[in-house]
């Protein structure tokens, strides 16, 4: 053991200098800074994420644009100086206020969900396919620094005073009953299932009663034409609302809506259908363009014309269609 010790020993006193280059060399490329680096990303095809019974394939493609987060190292930080396709970021402005990168995380998971169950509720509506709404489910995922309340982000809300909880709609009615600076009782199940007493009293959000707080809902949809979703662990967020809807619509109907080309989208969906903005569209609009995309379906708004804006600086050749309702979309397609 004693010669183990001095051959060790006589080895990092000879080549000490070395071991300390590979240290400041693994360092530099893998200790993660504070900050985060947003760049374009790539397309996903929506048809990879939809499944159904139908053997449908489109003569193009439907595709939802994401953007890539880079949790910066010294050499991605030094490359974001010098792309201008690339932002840096600090970390705390990645996320909301009074959140942590895994509660953002958790509520990115949950909105993904979200998403999904009221794309396949808009396409069902949309094809005149007779469906089942079950199991709705109410969470918080998100408590404003702002808010006076005790809950916590993972609260699945049972019921509010005497108020039964059996949606968000139901939820938000309640609310908007109460008056600023009442005080509620909320009943929920917590992130590890037990149940526990929430207090809250309301504040003033736009001369609007709130609770202060980020809710979003599950459910199961049920139909005789079954549609699965086909995720990885690591994609999540809501801002592929419309396409998953467009996709999950053109197999129910067995209608090709791409007239062979490749078609990428972006923005929210909700139970009525309406298209709401996201966030990164420069970086979703570059990645189309680098991917070759012929049309981009952009949310009207802000979004559109930051769109717009960009398209004109930069000279792309792509068709920048602005939407505000799933009809619009699918109209727009129809005639293409």
Known sequence: MKTLFNNIRKYLKEYYKVIIVYILILALFLVELPYYISAPGGLINTEDKVKTKENFKMSGSLNMAYVSEIHATIPTML????NDEWDLEKEEEVKNDNETIEEKNYRNKMLLEEANDTALLVAYKHSDIAYEIKNNKVYVTYVDK?????????DQILKIDNQKITGKKNLLDYI???????????YVKDIKGNSKKRKATLINVENTPKVGAVITETFDVKSNKEVKFDFENRESGSSGGLMLTLTIYSHLNEIDLTGGKKIVGTGTIDVDGNVGEISGIKYKLIGAVNKGADVFLVPKGENYNEAKKIKKEKGYDIDLVPIATFDEALKYLQKK
């Not at 490359?79 to 010098?82: M, R």
């Not at 702002?146 to 993972?154: N, R, V």
Request: hydrophobic residues 45%; proline residues 0%; without cysteine.
């Open 176 to 186: 908007a009953s109460k008056k600023v600076k009442d005080k509620v009782t909320i």
């Open 79 to 82: 490359i974001s100086l010098i």
């Open 146 to 154: 702002l808010a006076k309340t005790d809950l916590k982000i993972g």
